[in-house]
């Protein structure tokens, strides 16, 4: 089993910045692929970014590429989502999720999840 648990969601205004972190335990981190992912009121759970065992490769979904950087800390087992240039429409609840075999870009493959931390853009 691996529990994951994010922080660092809140309130910002457009164009500001936020960082997300996600803290995993339970498993060895490193033979974990991480990813984020998102939803908001009445929208599937859509991805964001995820990251590969060794930090070597990201993936990003056209939406976020350029503003958002994902990233990991294999010592401190933690993955974070460095998010810039936040705009109204990034406004959702952040999930952090771990696969134990290989990174994916689709939610139902993921293995584990967290509760979820809320952000939140206004205009």
């Known amino acids: 089993q691996v529990q994951l648990v994010e922080s660092g969601g809140g309130l910002v205004q457009a164009g500001g910045s936020l960082r997300l972190s996600c803290a995993a335990s339970g498993r060895t981190f490193s033979n974990l692929a991480m990813g984020w992912f998102r939803q908001a009121p009445g929208n599937k759970r859509e991805f964001v970014a995820a990251?590969?065992?060794?930090?070597?490769?990201?993936y990003y979904a056209n939406s976020v590429k350029g503003r958002f950087t994902i990233s990991r800390d294999n010592a401190k087992n933690t993955v974070a989502l460095q998010m810039n240039s936040l705009k109204v429409e990034d406004t959702a609840v952040y999930y952090c999720?771990?696969?134990?075999?290989?990174?994916?870009?689709?939610?139902?493959?993921?293995?584990?999840w967290g509760q979820g931390t809320q952000v939140t853009v206004s205009s």
């Open positions: 990251i590969n065992w060794s930090g070597g490769s990201t």
């Open positions: 999720a771990a696969r134990r075999v290989g990174e994916s870009l689709t939610a139902y493959e993921y293995d584990y």
